[in-house]
């Protein structure tokens, strides 16, 4: 079977349900077709019965007037229309000998009883037979009634058989069917399931288990590319992290080696230095410590970004989150005589406490950074029915209106700094949207008249 495909496999489990629906169908309309044979036949032959019982009872009435008749006449047409009517009696009575032998036997005894009295001269034993003829017929009616009740009796008990049988083959092809449908299903949905959960690791950075697909062709062949697609993947994870370790040993020593030249200068070791000379020194030791500053950072981000994919969630309150982040940057807000205020409903989400309280961090930070000595920075919590949100909203110089597109871009800074700070790398917000999205939520920088409003979402189930 692992030379079937996802296709033909489903095609061949819609086959034999198909099949299965199917020939219950035929079976049923088979039975149909014999019950309905069988009613007409029943239904021709009661009224075969009905007929001849009719015309019985007729010529019994002709042969009783013409047996009186020639009692009293003696007319021998008298006696050829009573044997007539006795004749296509009997003709009529043949049909029922089958199913009324015995009765049809006394019909004709009784019948010749009569005809061997009509010359006897005394009139009683004509009467007698008479009245036996017509009690033998009365006898044949209700017998032949019987035996139309009778067919009408088993006609209803096929048709309740038939109902029975019917149902328990239309139940037991449902259950058939519901079987076949989830042996099927189950065969189909188990390799989709692995699939889903290989792609589900791939997206987590999770190379170290191979993907194994078993089923139908064409999923082997996706879980063979899946494999191989893992396989590229954790050599470029691999490539990136060996990168990154040299271009921090390659960068490091040499700027170290830069670092200690800067330093001798600085400290007249070899001699003084003229004015020109000592402004040169000092712009190499301002240009070191920015470039160190910016490998760091660099390293820095590449390591978030990656961190940022691997999370440990579970249910938490917002509030708390942003409550301890506050706790832990007490100190500069003292320092800065900065209020930090928070609001709104406390919220829950499914999400990793660790990468939120990196996020509210670096929101606060550049808010504590940014604002003014003595200001307030404010977080406000809110909810609809799909997404919660926290603002974070600051007193500083806000966001240059040409920074708005670029303020998320790794290592860009804004043009409006903070006066005598020292800048930053660049990578603060361009970790946060790293952290959210992975949670599924977004982070924006609202229109505000001053200061800075960014506005972090995330979903119910983060």
Known sequence: MSRVSFRQLLLVAFLLIALLLGSTAWRGVRMLEAFAAESRAAAAHAVEVTAATQLVGE?????????????????????????????????????????????????????????????????????????????????????????????????????????????????????????????????????????????DDLGANRFDTPVDIRGPADLRRVGRRLDWLRSRLAELEADRQRVLRHVSHELKTPLASLHEGIALLEDRVLGPLQDGQAEVVKILTENSVLLQTRIEALLGYNAAAFDARRLDCKKLSLREVIEAVMREQALPCQSRRIEVQLSGPDTFVVADAGKLAIVFGNLLSNAIRFSPNGGLVRFVLGRNERNVWVDCIDQGPGVARQDRGRIFDPFYQGSRQPEGARGGSGIGLSIVREMVQAHGGSIALLPDDGGAHFRVELPHEA
Not at 169 to 179: E, N, R, T, W, Y
Request: aromatic share 4%.
């Open 59 to 199: 010529r019994t009435v002709d042969m009783a007037r013409s047996a009186r008749q020639f009692r009293v006449l003696r007319d021998e047409a008298l006696r050829g229309r009573f044997m007539q009517a006795r004749d296509e009696a009997l003709a009529s009575l043949q049909p029922l000998r089958p199913a009324l032998g015995g009765h049809v036997a006394d019909w004709e005894s009784a019948a010749s009883a009569v005809a061997g009295l009509l010359d006897d001269t005394a009139a009683q034993p004509l009467q007698e037979g008479l009245q036996r003829l017509g009690d033998v017929n009365e006898q044949l009616a209700t017998a032949a009634q019987q035996v139309v009740e009778h067919q009408n009796r088993e006609l209803l008990d096929t048709l309740d058989g038939n109902r029975a049988r019917l149902g328990l083959q239309v139940f037991a092809a449902l259950a058939g069917s519901v079987v076949l449908a989830l042996v099927f299903g189950l065969w189909l949905v188990r390799p989709l399931g692995r699939l889903e959960r290989s792609i």
